[in-house]
């Protein structure tokens, strides 16, 4: 007597599928990596929006004119304006910058978009001023 032996069964995934807990349970793993990496991609952007070095660079005074508007330099050694150092250091919260100098204090807001970022003054309020990047203002001017 020849003794034979029984496979087990196999299942594919075809019928794995086809169970409906299963189906559902990789939909929700499916949406829920889109949505991880959606949400990595926003913070993402938004971290290189109120990145200090963002705010890094020569800004020139906008609506006002050549021969009289203001530059402001903001990076690592200080806060320049017009040449003159200001300040050895300034606060950015990624939405404001606020520097401490002889004769008081300024703040700035970071405003536009990423692609044409722009500084507001908020304090003092006059005269208004708005700054935006050297690199930008060129590009404008052609």
Known sequence: MTKTTQKPESRTLLSFLTNSHHLKFI???IFSLVVSVILKIII???YRFVAPDNV???WVEIDAPSFQSEKLTLGQNGVFRNGRLIATQFDFDGEFVTINHSIGESIYKLAGTYVSPQ???VHPPLPQQRFILKKLQDVKKD
């Open 27 to 29: 939909c929700v793993v």
């Open 119 to 121: 500084l507001h003054r």
């Open 44 to 46: 993402d952007s938004y």
């Open 56 to 58: 890094y660079g020569q």
